[in-house]
């Protein structure tokens, strides 16, 4: 069972950085591939970023690219993101998922989801 916990989150400048954490306390972790999606408010959520099982392949929206990187642990079941010169814009509700990589797809398929880390960017 993947059951995620997400942390890190906060309220924080404009221009500074935060590092969240999604934390897996299952034992499947390296089975999946992981990923991080935002809801802002009277928003979709929409997909920020994903990193498949052996850290081979990355993919970011083009919202946050060039600002925040993707990266896990898989010895401590845990994945990261780190969002540096932030905005604004950047606030919301921040999800780890795990899922499922295809040939062609970083995360195709999402079948895990977190509770949420709320983050905050005052101007």
């Known amino acids: 069972q993947v059951q995620l916990v997400e942390s890190g989150g906060g309220l924080v400048q404009a221009g500074g950085s935060l590092r969240l954490s999604c934390a897996d306390s299952?034992?499947?972790?390296?089975?999946?591939?992981m990923g991080w999606f935002r809801q802002a408010p009277g928003k979709e959520r929409e997909f920020v970023a994903a990193?498949?099982?052996?850290?081979?392949?990355?993919i970011y929206a083009d919202s946050v690219k060039g600002r925040s990187t993707i990266s896990r642990d898989n010895a401590k079941n845990t994945v990261y993101l780190q969002m540096n010169s932030l905005k604004p814009e950047d606030t919301a509700v921040y999800y780890c998922?795990?899922?499922?990589?295809?040939?062609?797809?970083?995360?195709?398929?999402?079948?895990?989801w977190g509770q949420g880390t709320q983050v905050t960017v005052s101007s």
């Open positions: 299952g034992r499947t972790f390296s089975n999946y591939a």
């Open positions: 998922a795990a899922g499922y990589s295809t040939t062609t797809q970083v995360m195709a398929v999402t079948a895990y």
């Open positions: 990193i498949s099982r052996y850290r081979s392949s990355t």
